[in-house]
């Protein structure tokens, strides 16, 4: 049974940043794409960043050259580094696994780390 378990979540200041880490079981961790969504209240669940078995990267438009995504194959692990955060960033963000297709939905999902950006 495939788990994802995400942390790093929390509070930020408006231009601060914070780091979420995820960490997968049950899955050949390898071979899947490893990905973040973001939940806002009132809004639709939408793809943050995606990073392929390859390591082919991409990312929502609105947190282009902000945010990283990095995955470790060896530890099982995707990360989020998030920087230059903005009120709008704030949302229940979500670890998911997948497809090799950014635009495929994922398979799997973590239970969601709550990250809030205000002053």
């Known amino acids: 049974q495939v788990r994802l378990v995400e942390s790093g979540g929390g509070w930020a200041q408006p231009g601060g940043s914070l780091r979420l880490s995820c960490v997968a079981s049950g899955m050949l961790f390898s071979v899947y794409a490893m990905g973040w969504y973001r939940q806002a209240p009132g809004a639709q669940r939408e793809m943050v960043a995606h990073?392929?078995?390859?390591?082919?990267?991409t990312y929502a438009e609105s947190v282009e050259g902000r945010f990283t995504i990095s995955r470790d194959n060896a530890k099982k692990m995707v990360y989020l580094e998030m920087n230059h955060l903005r009120p709008e960033d704030s949302a229940v963000y979500y670890c998911?696994?997948?497809?090799?297709?950014?635009?495929?939905?994922?398979?799997?999902w973590g239970q969601g780390t709550q990250v809030t950006v205000s002053t």
């Open positions: 990073i392929t078995n390859l390591g082919k990267i």
């Open positions: 998911t696994a997948g497809p090799n297709v950014a635009t495929i939905s994922p398979n799997a």
